[in-house]
């Protein structure tokens, strides 16, 4: 089975554009969660989908939105970008929403200049 | 709230045992879990525990769990320099939601 995907794999965006990052799970599984990491404030999630339904959120401001398709496949978008929104974030999949273990993606790479 | 603590450095020499430890809050927890992180790549699920066992065993790696003290360790046995990288323990706190520790950054010294 193919591992999860995200694209693209590094992006630089200057401060006030918005941008969409990509995420396509492991075939079968349901669950998309979103993670940032940062070195200042480490591993921090981002929000979780489940059968094209926000189940849970994590403490970011409304800028950071998320959807979930029909075929499991999800995008986080971000808008008005701000320096420190620099960082990684990671995808990660699993077969149902809750108690299952989750598979990482190698995550976006993004730099806001 | 949530906090997960790890200490952030560890270096071993190869051939020895590696400990990582970890201490949590959250004892509503179902599972545990390590990940490992190589430079500049993603997460890599190493193992789990699941909240009633004691230890878990898988090949080089042992997990316990002292859910007392809330206390989670994981042991590398005849640590390689391939094993040099960032270990986070986490721990699930609902709905696939994982709370990080810091990471534990392991060198391994040839």
Redesign the interface.
Known sequence: KAGVTQTPRYLIKTRGQQVTLSCSPISGHRSVSWYQQTPGQGLQFLFEYFSETQRNKGNFPGRFSGRQFSNSRSEMNVSTLELGDSALYLCASSPLSGGETQYFGPGTRLLVL | GEDVEQSLFLSVREGDSSVINCTYTDSSS??L?W?KQEPG?????LT?IFSNMDMKQDQRLTVLLNKKDKHLSLRIADTQTGDSAIY?C?E?I??????????TRLTVIP
């Open positions: 179902t599972y879990y990940y790549a993603g997460l890599q699920l789990y986070f986490a699930d609902g709905a696939n939601n994982l709370f990080f520790g810091t990471g």
